[in-house]
């Protein structure tokens, strides 16, 4: 069977109007789950995922969960065909930096959309959706099963369960995920690995008020500057080693195959600092650049708070602060085990930090089957001329690692998204080369599935 | 001459409504010299200060200066007679941390006075106040100049030029300032010294926005983490000792005299921690913690920002970052040198820390002249029946300094806050015992010092 794509680049031409008006009407939904505050905004969001999904000819179920709910479309052609599972999420991470526009308005500038969620993951969220529209109006053989997230950006703390629960009707032959970011402006990536992600919280109270420094500087202690100091017990700010004893147990060794695949990426540290608009880094090896982001585990703080923090200075010993860190973990680390050995280390030496875990997700390393590669590959050809780089990716997506333990099946992580759209910061954009290719890819790819028996 | 208070403790009683009056009203405007959006709240205040010295029967200029005015107040009874420079503020802190009040709303709870400003120090100038009315009322033969600032709770960063220029103007034969604090409830305190304080700001940015911890977690710089790598590398939280070379360079060695006054000063350490409401110390032993209070300098840092501060955890990398610190100094260790050695410091082990200077004052230390020592005695003994402790205090109050430096007289600082009042910080209160206490103390030692020829 020959593929009939001939109609494609009209369709996609066609769709920008209406791919721009979806997109605004999904980024203008706050829809932040990291904060209670925004718990009507998901169920807008949630209404809008429904009635987006049944535009688009798909039948909808919300399935509730011990938090946000989740979004599930079928499009069932043929009980004969194959099917494909699609998952995306709908829910975005804080606004907060300085952004250019309102993050909640999108904004076009030129073939950009700028707005919290453009890129991550709406804009590919949608642009998936408009493949499978396409497919079904050319009837590629193929059912669709689209799966909407909302918790993402909080670790997925009740996906686990809904893929656990509800196997049976999430049953399909593939899994495509499009939440992952290029290597380049002209380098796709296949990602065949995520990160696994730690969150978790210090918290230190040493008195019931803030003191005055001059008053009582001196013999009192500063709960600031003791989870300053416990943070650089951990690890060396400069480098990023990081000084836990067993913390690195279980990294894999890396291969020879991947150094091969990074050293040939055409990755370019110049071009990865202007992305992400950054000054300096810890190194300027590529090689080491890559490795630290894809192969190694890290360490990071995001805030320290407590003190006065408006105009000025004012010269009090804070009563308590509060530290969040994450670390992100790379095959065969484990989220539980690791926790156990931060919290250890850090009570042995300040018992009075309080030490909470937050969300986590496990690391991921794919087995990828021969022939959804080889659709990937080709699609990633027929859509943007270039071979795909099957490397690691440095972020965390925890609901892949419950597909991949529940679903048994292949997961592919077909990215989008380009490093310099600034995923999780401010001035987050999508843009239409990306939203049009990606039908493209998409289209392609679910013919060159459709064809797998 | 024999005096006649015998008037006093019927005038104290009558007082109290209108004592009362005019604290509320002082509290009632929030003036935060940190905070330039208060400075319309500085203007109020000081209206609201010349309303009130004129009331009382005093004439009175208000001093521009580069920054906030300073408001002076005089009353001439006779060329003939001595005349006494009194000092307070009018400026406050900023009331942030959890207050059980509006604190800017003076409430009264039993004999306390609850609000920002009540104890630091709007209540003791009111106290003295009320005093200077009464010696009036007496004819106690002494001339009056008030001087209130409006800057001291920032360092005093315009005082020193506004009291030499005036220096005429100022020219008294004694200065008294009530803006320090007891050693505990029932040991009034005779301050002899005053620690310097030295404020500045540490900045690191990395980036030109926020980045992905996944996409970008490894190689990129972390300002947060940084900045606590550097204050660690300045000092140790748990010890609170100072790394920086020199630093405790011109630091004097504690006199056996000092040492035998703290010995026997009633200092607590239990119930300072329970005035102060911390749950554990540095130190336990009382002559480490007085010693480290009075006679010691301190490092601390007051706030680490930059990153995500709001619920949950946003695991992105901030671009960059600020932490806002204090060194206490004491005699004869000086802010200039002490700036430079900081900066340097921080500067050769990360050259891309910018380090800011912000306000200073030298640390102080009186050569008291014998009769006024001697009226400050019989003063605190005919009001609270208790023989003050001389005793360097740990606060800093950058206009003693400057008075001290160009008006060339004896200053007493006659405090009359206790530790619990909470300088600076939630729940600051002052409380009528103290009030009353404080009008009798300062109007026998007027009384005393009128006889001194």
Same sequence: chains 1, 2.
């Avoid at 798909?58 to 065909?81: F, H, K, R």
């Avoid at 803030?210 to 500057?225: E, F, K, L, Q």
């Amino acid at each position: 069977m020959e593929d009939d794509l001939s109609t494609l680049p009209a369709y996609i031409k066609d769709s920008r109007l209406l791919f721009e008006t979806w997109l605004s009407r999904l980024v203008a939904i706050p829809t932040v789950s990291s904060d209670p505050a925004h718990d009507p905004d998901i169920t807008k969001g949630v209404a809008s995922a429904v009635r987006l999904l049944e535009t688009f000819g798909l039948s909808t179920t919300v399935v509730e969960t011990g938090g946000n709910p989740i979004v599930v479309g079928t499009l069932l052609q043929d009980p004969a065909y194959s099917t494909i599972l699609v998952y995306n999420h709908m829910d975005v991470q804080p606004a907060s930096g300085e952004w250019g526009t309102d993050p909640f308005i999108l904004t076009r500038r030129g073939n950009d959309y700028i707005g919290r969620g453009a890129t991550d993951d709406k804009g590919p969220a949608l642009t998936v959706l408009f493949a499978i529209k396409y497919a079904r109006s050319r009837r590629i053989p193929l059912n669709f099963k689209v799966v909407w997230e909302f918790e993402e950006e909080i670790g997925s703390p009740h996906f686990d369960e809904f893929v656990k629960t509800h196997r049976k009707e999430l049953a399909a032959e593939s899994v495509v995920v499009s939440d992952t970011v290029w290597l380049s402006d002209d380098k796709p990536v296949l990602s065949i690995g995520l990160r696994g992600l730690l969150t978790f919280e210090l918290y230190l109270q040493t008195g019931v008020t803030d003191v005055h420094s001059g008053m009582a500087g001196g013999p009192t202690r500063n709960p600031i500057a003791e989870l300053a100091q416990i943070i650089c017990e951990c690890y060396d700010a400069k480098s990023g080693h990081v000084h836990i004893s067993g913390f690195y147990d279980g990294v894999r060794p890396v291969s020879s195959d991947e150094l091969q695949t990074l050293r040939t990426s055409g990755f370019s540290v110049q071009k990865f600092m202007q992305d992400l608009q950054l000054f300096s880094l810890r190194s300027q090896e590529p090689i080491e650049v890559q490795q630290s982001i894809m192969l190694r585990p890290t360490f990071e703080v995001h805030s320290i708070a407590g003190g006065y923090t408006g105009t000025g200075i004012k010269t009090v010993i804070p009563s308590s602060a509060t530290a969040k860190l994450s670390v992100r973990l790379v095959p065969d680390q484990r989220p539980t085990e690791t926790f156990q050995k931060i919290k250890r280390f850090i009570q042995n030496r300040n018992p009075d930090i309080t030490v909470r875990r937050q969300n986590s997700c496990e690391p991921y390393l794919a087995k990828l089957d021969g022939p959804y590669l080889k659709a990937a590959e080709i699609a990633t050809h027929y859509a943007f001329a270039a071979q795909p780089a099957l490397v690691r990716e440095g972020g965390s997506i925890g609901s892949v690692m419950s597909m991949s333990a529940h679903l048994q099946v292949p997961i592919l992580l077909l990215g989008i998204s380009l490093p310099k759209h600034g995923y999780h910061a401010p001035n987050e954009h999508f843009d239409w080369q990306q939203a049009a290719g990606g039908i493209k890819l998409f289209a392609k790819y679910f013919s060159e599935i459709a064809k797998i028996s």
